[in-house]
């Protein structure tokens, strides 16, 4: 397994304004993945996230409003840009690790919150 | 603090009986499927997998059964717990381990 922790836990933020959410991993993992929660619904994904590349977007997300990082294998950032109401979700990470046999498991991160008002 | 779960289906077990747990996917396509328990507040924590070529897995307390031909997949608790109400999830891997997780359904587990 892998420990996942995120900062903030929680954040509310006025429409128009920006917030950056770090995603740190205990262990080097090459995938990371980011998903969006919106409130009483199922995870979304909005893109993977690999070191040393751009990022990939899921359809409805772009790199404007969801800029990502990934400066090494244990870290990683998601920014939710120039926010509005609509944006106000649980965003986690989440990481792939290896399984038994050939299958990887995929752990997420608690969350952050995010209240845009 | 705000459910993730206030628009999903509920299943209402009383202790002690076993709750199943059901998933429709959606592409025949995919290899590996995944089930997740989401309690409140927190991120979706990993309980069982299965792969494509399998039709039935067992862990401490669940089984998770996949039938290809209708799509659809299961999660059978044991002898459940008030520690097992949560928010259950299934995902599958559609391709290059991205998952799609499918709508959700809160477990209350009356004592």
């Known amino acids: 397994s892998a420990v996942i922790s995120q900062k903030p836990s929680r954040d509310i933020c006025q429409r128009g304004t920006s917030l950056t959410i770090q995603c740190q991993v205990d262990s080097q993992v090459t995938m990371m993945f980011w998903y969006r929660q919106q409130p009483g619904q199922s995870l979304t994904l909005i893109a993977t996230a690999n070191q040393g590349s751009e990022a990939t977007y899921e359809s409805g997300f772009v790199i404007d409003k969801f800029p990502i990082s990934r400066p090494n294998l244990t870290f990683s950032t998601l920014t939710v840009s120039n926010m509005s109401p609509e944006d106000s979700s649980i965003y986690l990470c989440?990481?792939?690790?290896?399984?038994?046999?050939?299958?990887?498991?995929?752990?997420f991160g608690p969350g952050t919150r995010l209240t845009v008002t | 603090g705000e459910s993730v779960g206030l628009h999903l289906p509920t299943l209402s077990v009383q202790e002690g009986d076993n709750s199943i747990i059901n998933c429709a996917y959606s592409?025949?396509?995919?290899?590996?499927f995944i089930w997740y328990k989401q309690e409140s507040g927190k991120g979706p924590q990993f309980i069982i997998d299965?792969?494509?070529?399998?039709d039935k897995r067992q862990g401490q307390r669940v089984t998770v059964l996949l039938n290809k031909t209708v799509k659809h997949l299961s999660l059978q608790i044991a002898a459940t717990q008030p520690g097992d109400s949560a928010v259950y999830f299934c995902a599958e891997n559609v391709y290059g381990n991205k998952l799609v997780f499918g709508a959700g359904t809160i477990l209350r587990v009356k004592s």
């Open positions: 299965i792969r494509s070529n399998m």
């Open positions: 989440s990481v792939d690790v290896r399984g038994t046999g050939n299958s990887y498991e995929q752990y």
């Open positions: 592409n025949s396509a995919s290899d590996y």
